[in-house]
């Protein structure tokens, strides 16, 4: 028992000598339970709404008021005609659109079906029909019991699939996760072999190690997009409406993010162990909960939206999906384009910077 209870207490002096280790024991699960608390929500929240009301009447003021007072809804425009909607869901301005027909009151008065179009996703579409149908009971009887007609269109994915809305999420995830991992964990195992001190007191300056650490993983990592992006179309028939060349470049980017990302942590952890916690830890969880690759960021408290910010998967997915789903190009996510390319250069200037100060 006594040795037993010197095991006992070298093992709790490790430990709380080991402050680092137990802040993370300590504080990650409170963090982790927080992060998951408030962006694993399902709720719909700040939808953007556009409104196409050619003349309006007081049955449709009534309905739009009802879907400004839900808290769901926010109302971006309201238009004349259908004409400009097309550019609006290209660019991601609105994600619903509500079309009235021209007459909608009168309509409802002679007894007749006044005709209401729902252009909006399947989650975002059941908030919209719920507010319908709650002032069509209203109106009901006013009406003589004639009813409002509404008629749902999906927009993008008419089909209501959900794998097309998760494989390129997807894409996002696995590449960061193998590109990230993989060059974190290689240059820290050639740290731990002594190899790496070696190219560090060469006449090599760090960004030329880094570069030549780099592009054969780039290398690589344009082939395993290419071969998700064929698996996405092939295995799981996932439409590509938008231009193959720009979803490769855009992928390999993608990739250079996600490298440089796994060059700065190698840079900065000393074993395999420690680089692979930190790369799992700094990618696989705000890929999965803050790039709105699984649970929509406009549901998530403000500052986890701005948070996501600066999760390079984010912006991979909304380039992903518009070009798969919605067809559009550079055009368009030249915005999400620039973010990424600003990101590989933060990246890599400060993994070149490390790598010079762990010279000196």
Known sequence: MTALWGLLRKEALHILRDRRTLAVLLLLPVLQVVIFGYAIRTDVEDVRLAIVDPAP?????????????????????????????????????????????PGFADDLGRGLPARLLVITGVTIQGHVLSVVQSVMREMGPRAGGVQIVPEARLRFNPTAESKNLFVPGLMAFVLTIISCLMTAITLTREKETGTMEALLVSPLRPWQIIVGKVAPYLLVGFASVIGVIVEARLVFDVPLRGSVPLLLAEGVLFILVSLALGVLISARTDSQR?????????????TMILSGFIFPVESMPRVLQYLSNVVPAKWFVIIARGIMLKGVGLAYLWQETLVLFGMALVLLGAAARSFHERLE
């Open 274 to 286: 420690v680089a692979m916690t930190a790369a799992l830890l700094g990618t696989m969880l705000p």
């Open 57 to 101: 009447d007081f049955a449709t003021l009534r309905l739009r008021g009802r879907l400004t007072a839900a808290h769901v809804f926010r109302v971006i425009t309201v238009l004349r005609e259908t004409g400009p909607l097309e550019r609006l869901f290209q660019t991601g301005a609105v994600q619903a659109a509500l079309v009235f027909e």
